[in-house]
């Protein structure tokens, strides 16, 4: 006889947005998930917190997402695996690189595992040549193929830089179909730091006290494809529509098709905290030749977000007016007591918050009815002076005509810092 009692789930699971350990929030939880570990972003988000936004939303099959903040691709790749039509936009040449790489379906590992044993028998014989040059006469003869960025040997010694040239230059002289050499290029773009004398240090990149004579380029490479071939076998083969933009989300009008309406964003600014993902991506722009020079990336960091890197630190002198009343309300004076600590940090958060506010009104036209939107963001401190970017966040919202319906606090930074990551929840009306 059949049994009466109902057959019921496992587990039972909730979207929580509080309380939420660091893998559910942030970078650590991407190593767990196949495709999105194949490049460190420190402040990129977790996926299973974008699927979880997206769980608690219930968004019908048809609906369209925008993340104008890129990064990696978080939200592009859980919105693929969740069967989501998507369009990202992201400004940084490397970081879109990623993302859009990332997003490529590829129906065909095998092409993958030929061309990788191709150009890693290119560049063993490569190195064969380098490795017997003395430095300086590796330097001067092969110059045009070192990474153009300052003080080069500081980053990484001679001999992993002649393995790593040996790389770009069999990467370069393959022939193989873009498809494929993308994703060669990011699997040595991802080890470009591991094998360097910086490391990841809360969260921006500082030279290491003893810096390495030498570190297993080629092994590493080698695992990376392995890994990459590996997780394109694991990740649905069909995926939806997705489109990686490379542009700035201040001017989302002059990025995205004309006719573009989105029925959700979900999204992770940069924190005002003069993070600048300019300076952390610039050994990998240079070396896979995304940007010339120094010059370049200065540019780059002048139109983020965020950061206050080389000549974005000098347009923070002279005065700074609020780009509305809506933002200056907001901030309810903060700036001003910043400012008697230091000028340029005033000016550094009126102008973060200019270009949210004229982000955000880029946004709007885009939005449909209804949509819903997710922004994850961290307040920060200068001069222990608490600058709640969630709720100002929160206010410009509400003065820019959206309904803002939660703030989730997350999950504190470190215990007694004060520091937060929190999500603003908010709708068009
Ligand atoms: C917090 S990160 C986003 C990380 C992303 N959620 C992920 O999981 O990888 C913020 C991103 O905004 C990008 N960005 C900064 N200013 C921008 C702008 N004006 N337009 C578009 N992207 C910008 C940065 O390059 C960075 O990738």
Redesign the pocket.
């Given at each position: 006889m059949m049994s009466q009692l109902k057959q019921l789930p496992l587990f039972v699971t909730k979207a929580s947005f509080r309380e939420r350990n660091v893998k559910s929030v942030t970078f650590k939880g991407n190593f767990d998930y196949p495709i999105h570990r194949w490049f460190r972003?420190t402040?990129?988000?977790s996926p299973e917190l974008v699927a979880d936004i997206l769980a608690h939303w219930k968004l019908p099959h048809d609906a369209e997402v925008l993340e104008?903040?890129?990064?990696?691709?978080?939200?592009p790749l859980v919105c693929q695996e969740r069967g989501l039509s998507n369009c990202a936009?992201?400004?940084?040449p490397l970081?879109y690189f990623v993302a859009k790489v990332k997003t490529t379906p590829f129906r065909n590992p095998t092409d993958l595992a030929v061309a990788a044993e191709e150009v890693m028998a290119q560049a063993q014989i490569h190195f064969s040549t380098l490795k017997s040059l003395d430095t300086d006469t590796f330097l001067i003869e092969y110059h045009d193929w070192i990474p153009r960025i300052r003080n080069v040997t500081k980053w990484w010694s001679p001999l992993v830089l002649k393995k790593l040239i040996a790389v770009r230059m069999a990467l370069t002289d393959a022939s193989i179909p873009v498809d494929i050499a993308n994703l060669l290029n990011l699997a040595a773009a991802s080890i470009l730091i591991e094998v360097s004398n910086a490391r990841h240090n809360h969260p921006s990149l500082s030279f290491t006290k003893v810096p390495k004579n030498d570190a297993p380029v080629f092994e590493r490479f080698q695992e990376q494809l392995e890994m990459t071939m590996h997780d394109l076998h694991s990740f649905p083969q069909e995926r939806p529509k997705t489109l990686i933009l490379q542009g700035?989300?201040?001017q989302l009008e002059q990025v995205l098709p004309a006719n573009s309406v989105f029925d959700a964003v979900i999204?992770?600014?940069?924190y005002p905290n003069r993070y600048s993902?300019a300076r952390e991506t610039r050994p990998h722009m240079f070396f896979l030749e995304l940007v010339q020079d120094g010059r370049e990336v200065g540019e780059l960091e002048t139109?983020?977000?965020?950061g206050t890197w080389g000549k974005a630190t000098s347009v923070l002198s002279g005065h700074f007016d609020y780009r509305s009343p809506a933002v200056e309300e907001a901030l309810h004076g903060i700036p001003e007591r910043i400012g008697q600590h230091s000028h340029l940090m005033q000016n550094y958060v009126i102008k973060y918050f200019n270009d949210i506010q004229q982000h955000i009104e880029s946004l709007k036209p885009f939005l449909r009815r209804r949509a819903q939107l997710a922004y994850v963001i961290g307040n920060s401190k200068f001069y222990k002076i608490v600058l709640p970017s969630d709720e100002i966040l929160a206010d410009i919202f509400e003065a820019n005509g959206f309904r803002v319906i939660s703030i989730e606090r997350m999950r504190r930074r470190n215990s007694k810092s004060g520091l937060y990551e929190a999500i603003v929840f908010a709708e068009v009306q």
């Open positions: 972003l402040p990129s988000f104008p903040f890129c990064g990696v691709g978080t939200t936009v992201e400004l940084n970081l700035n989300s201040k999204t992770s600014p940069p993902y139109e983020a977000i965020g």
